[in-house]
């Protein structure tokens, strides 16, 4: 009963999680759709340099929410080693985002305005949003040890409310 719990508690804080991290992506997502067509169209930069310039400046706004929305609970003690990592992992999911509108627009001849966005920021960005949410909250934003040993408690708290519910012993006598 108590690892059923604990996996239902784990697996709604995940829930939560993800749900906070693609919120924060979404705005990432808008900011860097923004910026990328401005930097193509209204400035007329080449199409890689303003996936590059696009992809930084969201990734930019994403450490910002990420931080102080999605993980805010986490270890912040080692700021430095944080936006190491951070922007380590981010650039790979910038390599991975702009790889793939390179090889669409030169590679393949994609060159349209709209071959351009879904590849850069449809398959580009949902396969780098896949790395940054595996590797954000693996080796990023660690939550502090004291958390999982806090829901556990909370967990051990709610079955022994249910345990001592009459109601519950009699449902579960049946």
């Known amino acids: 009963?108590?690892?059923?719990?604990?996996?239902?508690?784990?697996?709604?804080?995940?829930?939560?999680?993800?749900?906070?991290?693609?919120?924060?992506?979404?705005?990432?997502?808008?900011?860097?759709?923004?910026?990328?067509?401005?930097?193509?169209?209204?400035?007329?930069?080449?199409?890689?340099?303003?996936?590059?310039?696009?992809?930084?400046?969201?990734?930019?706004?994403?450490?910002?929410?990420?931080?102080?929305?999605?993980?805010?609970?986490?270890?912040?003690?080692?700021?430095?080693?944080?936006l190491t990592l951070f922007f380590l992992f981010s650039g790979v999911g910038l390599v991975i985002e702009n790889g793939i509108l390179?090889?669409?627009?030169?590679?393949?001849?994609f060159t349209s305005t709209v071959a351009d966005n879904v590849a850069k920021n449809v398959i580009g960005l949902g396969i780098a949003s896949v790395f940054r949410f595996w590797s954000y909250r693996t080796w990023v934003f660690r939550t502090l040890p004291g958390h999982e040993a806090v829901e556990t408690a909370e967990s051990f708290l709610e079955e022994d409310a249910l345990l001592s519910d009459p109601q519950y012993r009699v449902n579960r006598l049946k």
């Open 1 to 82: 009963m108590g690892e059923r719990r604990t996996l239902r508690s784990r697996l709604r804080q995940l829930i939560r999680e993800l749900a906070k991290f693609g919120t924060v992506g979404a705005v990432g997502s808008l900011v860097n759709f923004v910026v990328f067509n401005l930097c193509v169209h209204a400035i007329g930069l080449a199409v890689v340099r303003s996936g590059v310039i696009s992809t930084f400046v969201a990734i930019c706004t994403n450490y910002i929410g990420n931080r102080y929305w999605t993980y805010r609970d986490s270890n912040r003690s080692r700021r430095t080693r944080e």
């Open 102 to 109: 390179a090889i669409s627009h030169y590679g393949l001849g």
